[in-house]
C-alpha cells in the first residue's frame, strides 16, 4: 500500500530559490509507485489542485504586513526594495508567517484526515513550516515527521539574542518530537545532533543538487571564457578575483581571457586594465544560465571562509554537472573543496590568498591554451543529482516508518 506524503514548505515553485528547487525535487523524484505526494506551501489566495501531477495546496499569509517573495526577476532597485521591506517585516514582527501559520493549523488537520496522511516533511527557514509541523505531530501522534533543515537555526551567524534564544526553543522541541533529522552536509547534520539529547531521532545528509543530464562536451572558445552566475550576498565578492586576475594580465599581457558575471545585482569596481576583458550580464532564465555554463571554459565559484562549515552553495552541483573546469575561491577545508578536488572538478584556493588565486588562474589558462581534456570523476557528480539524492529521503521514509 502506498504512503502519503505531506511536504510543508514556504518555498515551492513559483517562488525562485535554491530552497524552491529542493522542495520541488522532493516532489517531482519521490517515487510515484510507492509514495502518494502532496505539498502545502504560501499562495496569493487559498486553492487545492494538482500541479504537474501533484496535490498542491497553498494557503494565504493573511496579515496585514507580510514579506514579500521572488516570483519573477525584477530590476535592481526592485529587488533591493524587497529586501530591505522584508528585513524591516522580519525585525518587527515576533513571525512573518504567522497569519499562514494560523490558516495551515486550521486547514491541514481536516487535510491529514481526509487523506490519511503517514508522514510530513518539513523545512526551514523560515521557522514557520516547523511551526506549523510540530502542532500537527501533537495533534496527531501516530504521523511520523521529517524536519528538512537547509541551514543552522540557533547556532546561525548575527542572530540577535532573542532571535538565538526563540530558535534553540524551537529546535528543542523539534528534537523531542520529530522522528528524522535532515540537512544539507554532513557538518550541519553534525551540529544538529550535537545540540540534541534524543537518542531516538534519526539524522540524514541529503544534499542539494542538480537538475539535468550531464553532456559531455571537449570544446573550447577561442578567448578564455571564465563565468560566473548569479548574484554576491553578504561578504561574498569578486574584488580578490578581480586582484590576482589583474596581476596575472600585467605579468602575461597577451592573454586571452574574458570573465562574464551573470546576473550580479551588487556593484564592484573593475579595474582601469580589465574593462574590456569583464562584462556583468544581466540576469537570465534558469536553462539559459545551465547553457552558458557548459559554453564556458572555466566556471568561477566564490565563498570567504567565515568559520562557518558545511557550506556547498546551490551553484556548486550544476557547476559540477556543467564538466566544465571550476575555479574555486572557498575554505580549502570545508565540504566544498573537498568535493571539487574528489570529483576532480577544479582548482581550489582561499579567497583571500590573492598570490594563490593567480596561481590558478596560471593553471586553469594553460589547461585550456594546451586544451587537455579532464577526467572528471563522473561517477562522483553523477551521485549529486536531484534524483539520486532523493532516494536517501526514500530510505529514510521507510526507516522511521517501519522503526517504530
Known sequence: ????????????????????????????????????????????????????????????????????????????????????????????????????????????????????????????????????????????????????????????????????????????????????????????????????????????????????????????NDIFTITYVGNFYGERNPNNFLKALHNFMQQNTKSKIFVQFIGVKTHFEIPELLKDKVDIIPPVNHSEAIEIMKKSDALLLIHPSNGREGVFTGKLFEYLASLKPIIALVDEEDVASKLIQKANAGYVCDNANIEKIEMILQEAYREWEEKRKREFNVDIIKKHHRKEQVKRLEDLIEEVCNER
Open 1 to 220: 500500500m502506498k504512503k502519503n506524503i505531506l511536504i510543508i514548505s514556504i518555498y515551492y515553485p513559483p517562488i525562485q530559490s535554491v530552497a524552491s528547487n529542493r522542495i520541488y525535487s522532493f516532489a517531482k523524484y519521490l517515487d510515484k509507485e510507492k509514495y502518494n505526494i502532496f505539498v502545502h506551501t504560501l499562495g496569493d489566495n487559498n486553492s487545492l489542485k494538482k500541479e504537474n501531477g501533484i496535490v498542491v495546496q497553498r494557503v494565504k499569509n493573511s496579515i496585514l504586513f507580510k514579506p514579500l517573495l521572488f516570483e519573477k526577476r525584477t530590476n535592481r532597485f526592485i529587488h533591493y526594495s524587497k529586501v530591505i521591506y522584508n528585513k524591516f517585516v522580519k525585525y518587527l514582527f515576533e513571525d512573518e508567517y504567522r497569519g499562514w501559520i494560523s490558516e495551515s493549523l486550521k486547514e491541514l488537520p481536516k487535510f491529514i484526515k481526509g487523506n490519511k496522511i503517514d508522514v510530513i516533511v518539513s523545512s526551514y527557514a523560515p521557522t514557520a513550516p516547523h511551526s506549523v509541523a510540530l502542532e500537527l505531530k501533537k495533534e496527531f501522534s501516530h504521523l511520523k515527521w521529517i524536519a528538512d533543515m537547509r541551514d543552522e537555526m540557533s547556532q546561525g551567524l548575527g542572530l540577535s539574542p532573542k532571535l538565538r534564544k526563540k530558535y534553540r526553543e524551537l529546535e528543542n522541541e523539534i528534537f523531542t518530537y520529530a522522528d528524522a533529522l535532515t540537512s544539507v552536509s554532513k557538518p550541519l547534520v553534525d551540529e544538529f545532533k550535537s545540540l540534541s539529547s534524543n537518542q531516538n531521532i534519526i539524522f540524514c545528509e541529503i544534499r542539494n543538487g542538480y537538475d539535468f543530464e550531464l553532456e559531455e562536451r571537449e570544446s573550447y
